[in-house]
């Protein structure tokens, strides 16, 4: 069964560092995503992503924050200067069409330190 | 999006059919009603979606009042497998439309 594929699982980064989230959407999907999940704390969106460029961003997306598709299978987030408050499992989802499920990845943890 | 409520936990016995309401009263016309549950800190998982008519599939029944302002999702014979926090979320059919997680129903399947 198809799926979404996200490296690394875990990764920690000093406070200040740039750090990239990978995320492999299941082939043929159209819309991807980006969610966030703070230790103990809800599900977050954070930014969602259609023929390539950004449809919606949340607050939480500001200028550290970045989304990339560089090439045909590839969904990026980049975080520029990374904050102790950015430690948090960061979620990316990829959904076929409009009116879909998305389907989620399992996630990578960021710890910065 | 509309706001949903759903009660914080439930419990279920394994073997049971376990029945998950959930209320959003203030769901407009063209808002889906979407459930997900999250197994301990794991990704989302996406169960069931519908508008107005009842769904069915492999993991569960999907039951939506008339007036579209409450739902049930029913487990039909639940597993220990099934403890999860599950996720009632209405979503807007529109472009990039995000799903807005809120606090979530923990079930807890017991043997």
């Known amino acids: 069964e198809p799926e979404v594929t996200q490296t690394p699982s875990h990764q920690v980064t000093q406070m200040g560092q740039e750090v990239i989230l990978r995320c492999v959407p299941i082939?043929?999907?159209?819309?991807f995503y980006w969610y966030r999940q703070i230790l103990g704390q809800k599900v977050e969106f954070l930014v969602s992503f259609y023929n390539n460029e950004i449809s919606e961003k949340s607050e939480i997306f500001d200028d550290q924050f970045s989304v990339e598709r560089p090439d045909g299978s590839n969904f990026t987030l980049k975080i520029r200067s990374t904050k102790l408050e950015d430690s948090a499992m960061y979620f990316c989802?990829?959904?076929?069409?409009?009116?879909?499920?998305?389907?989620f990845g399992q996630g990578t943890r960021l710890t910065v330190v | 999006d509309a706001k949903t409520t759903q009660p914080t936990s439930m419990d279920c016995a394994e073997g049971r059919a376990a029945n998950l309401p959930c209320n959003h009263s203030t769901i407009s016309g063209n808002e889906y009603v979407y459930w997900y549950r999250q197994i301990h800190s794991q990704g989302p998982q996406y169960i069931i979606h519908g508008l107005k008519n009842n769904e069915t599939n492999e993991m569960a029944s999907l039951i939506i009042t008339e007036d579209r302002k409450s739902s049930t999702l029913i487990l039909p014979h639940a597993t220990l497998r099934d403890t999860a926090v599950y996720y009632c979320?209405?979503?807007?059919?529109?472009?990039?439309?995000?799903?807005?997680f809120g606090e979530g129903t923990q079930l807890t399947v017991n043997p």
């Open positions: 979320i209405g979503r807007r059919g529109t472009s990039g439309s995000r799903l807005t």
């Open positions: 082939s043929n999907h159209l819309y």
């Open positions: 989802a990829s959904q076929l069409l409009l009116y879909t499920e998305a389907f």
